[in-house]
T-cell receptor
Framework: GENVEQHPSTLSVQEGDSAVIKCTYS??????FPWYKQELGKGPQLIID?????GEKKDQRIAVTLNKTAKHFSLHITETQPEDSAVYFC????????FGAGTRLTVKP | DAGVIQSPRHEVTEMGQEVTLRCKPI?????LFWYRQTMMRGLELLIY????????DSGMPEDRFSAKMPNASFSTLKIQPSEPRDSAVYFC??????????FGPGTRLTVT
């Protein structure tokens, strides 16, 4: 089955800096890669996703890149703000969805 | 839309008791997923349904766990008998197609 690894497990940045979170997956058949943001006491919220036929997708300050050959994808957050502080999860889907272990992002004002 | 609705939000029960978690998916969504989240194991897919039919229950940990979806607007996850190691946050999610899943607020289960 699919195995998703996510790094780093914690990330602390200064407000205004960029943050990058990386994930690798094992099943080359996976074709959909979402990113979720989870705030304390809440369910994961879909923030951006990318399909396997696209190499990059951007939505305002958030972007995701996908390298199918290397089987890795990354989340990029620019101009970070304190409200970006949360746990971020990557996932890979083919027949089912496997999540990474999560990255706790802290943005210091 | 109100989003995915889960009840109860918190459940505290004693070992051996039956626990039933409830989920109302987003109207029109044809997929429904049950997940469990713990510090040790992260987010795990337990089971998912398509058009009310269970498709993959390979993540259900044991026979003590069962899930049903009697209609398009309601699903239950039942644990009988419950054990302390079942303590976790249980999420329900729904989607149109298997992609773009929307999660509910979760049920925090504590088994003492």
């Amino acid at each position: 089955g699919e195995n998703v690894e996510q790094h780093p497990s914690t990330l602390s940045v200064q407000e205004g800096d960029s943050a990058v979170i990386k994930c690798t997956y094992s099943d080359s058949a996976s074709n959909y890669f979402p990113w979720y943001k989870q705030e304390l006491g809440k369910g994961p919220q879909l923030i951006i996703d990318i399909r396997s036929n696209v190499g990059e997708k951007k939505d305002q300050r958030i972007a995701v890149t996908l390298n199918k050959t290397a089987k890795h994808f990354s989340l990029h957050i620019t101009e970070t703000q304190p409200e970006d502080s949360a746990v971020y999860f990557c996932a890979a889907i083919y027949h089912d969805m496997r999540f990474g272990a999560g990255t706790r992002l802290t943005v210091k004002p | 839309d109100a989003g995915v609705i889960q009840s109860p939000r918190h459940e505290v029960t004693e070992m051996g008791q039956e626990v039933t978690l409830r989920c109302k998916p987003i109207s029109g969504h044809d997929y429904l997923f049950w997940y469990r989240q713990t510090m040790m194991r992260g987010l795990e897919l337990l089971i998912y349904f398509n058009n009310n039919v269970p498709i993959d229950d390979s993540g259900m940990p044991e026979d003590r766990f069962s899930a049903k979806m009697p209609n398009a607007s309601f699903s239950t996850l039942k644990i009988q008998p419950s054990e302390p190691r079942d303590s976790a946050v249980y999420f329900c999610a729904s989607s149109l197609a298997i992609y773009e899943q929307y999660f509910g607020p979760g049920t925090r289960l504590t088994v003492t």
